[in-house]
Nanobody
Framework: QVQLVESGGGLVQPGGSLRLSCAAF????????MGWYRRAPGKERELVAQ???????NYVDSVKGRFTISRDNAKNTVYLQMNSLKPDDTAVYYC??????????????WGPGTQVTVSS
């Protein structure tokens, strides 16, 4: 199985920045996509940003122009640079990876979640 280790969450003031990291560990043959979802209390989980094997990216409209997703293929790591943070960005952010392993093909794997709080 694939284990996802997240870091970078925390408390920041409105207008500030955070950088989330997610590293994938395991018997990974290839990664098809990597991304971040988030869930705020009382709200549905939503896709924040995703980057594919071909480096195409997708962002939810509310973060376009503020967030940037990137990857380091050699380290099996995805990053989410979050700038101009707003209180509405407050949520638990979950790393999501689609990977081929020794026992599965293109299966989704999820990180445990990291808290991002934007508050003055």
């Amino acid at each position: 199985q694939v284990q996802l280790v997240e870091s970078g969450g925390g408390l920041v003031q409105p207008g500030g920045s955070l950088r989330l990291s997610c590293a994938a560990f395991g018997s990974i043959f290839s990664i098809n996509y990597m991304g971040w979802y988030r869930r705020a209390p009382g709200k549905e989980r939503e896709l924040v940003a995703q980057i594919t094997r071909g480096d195409s990216t997708n962002y939810v409209d509310s973060v376009k122009g503020r967030f940037t997703i990137s990857r380091d293929n050699a380290k099996n790591t995805v990053y989410l640079q979050m700038n101009s943070l707003k209180p509405d960005d407050t949520a638990v952010y979950y790393c999501n990876v689609g990977a081929t392993t020794r026992s599965s093909i293109g299966r989704d794997f999820w990180g445990p979640g990291t808290q991002v709080t934007v508050s003055s």
